[in-house]
């Protein structure tokens, strides 16, 4: 249902912070059943699953499942922040450098959107894990966020 999204070049250039804009009825009830289903499963079902299957979706072409990944990795830290948090304590499978690294790797996407889902998730990431992301990978995650501010020609992101 997060693939259910529109390019619009109007929003590449929106003056508005309108984040929501062209996107479908089925993508924000995704976004709300994914909530929903992380607070129901919890985080430490939810965490291990998601950053499995998550990955794949970035191994394909289409900008929209970049965009969803993003949004939906996001959407399962906001909500499992404290399994997340966790994780990163116990350095489980380094699933939080996986997470971090995902992220990070969608900053240079071709495709605004996608660029500002990473930098949406990031923001998120940095939220609810705030010191440890900053002690751990301020050296990687400083630089994209500057580089990203060069993005002129799309000022949405």
């Known amino acids: 249902m997060l693939v259910d999204i ?6 590449h250039s929106a003056d508005s912070e309108d ?28 965490v291990p699953i998601a950053s499995e299957l998550l990955p794949a979706y970035l191994d394909v072409s289409e900008w929209q499942k970049h965009h969803a990944t ?27 450098e996986q997470m971090v690294t ?16 990473a930098i949406n998730a990031i923001g998120q990431l940095s939220t609810d894990m705030g010191l440890d992301l900053q002690a751990q990978y301020h050296q990687r995650v400083l630089p994209a966020l500057v580089a990203s501010m060069d993005d002129f020609q799309n000022p949405q992101v």
């Not at 529109?6 to 929003?11: K, L, Q, V």
């Not at 993003?70 to 499978?93: E, G, H, N, R």
Request: net charge negative.
């Open 70 to 96: 993003l949004i939906a990795l996001a959407q399962i830290a906001k909500v499992c922040s404290k399994v997340v948090s966790l994780s990163v304590v116990a350095c489980d499978d380094n699933k939080f």
């Open 19 to 46: 984040e929501d804009a062209n996107e479908s009825s089925n993508y924000s009830a995704g976004q709300e059943c994914l909530d929903r289903l992380a607070i129901s499963l919890g985080g430490n079902m939810i």
């Open 102 to 117: 995902m992220v990070l790797n969608t900053f240079p996407n071709p495709h605004p959107r996608v660029r500002w889902a």
């Open 6 to 11: 529109e390019d619009d070049s109007g929003w």
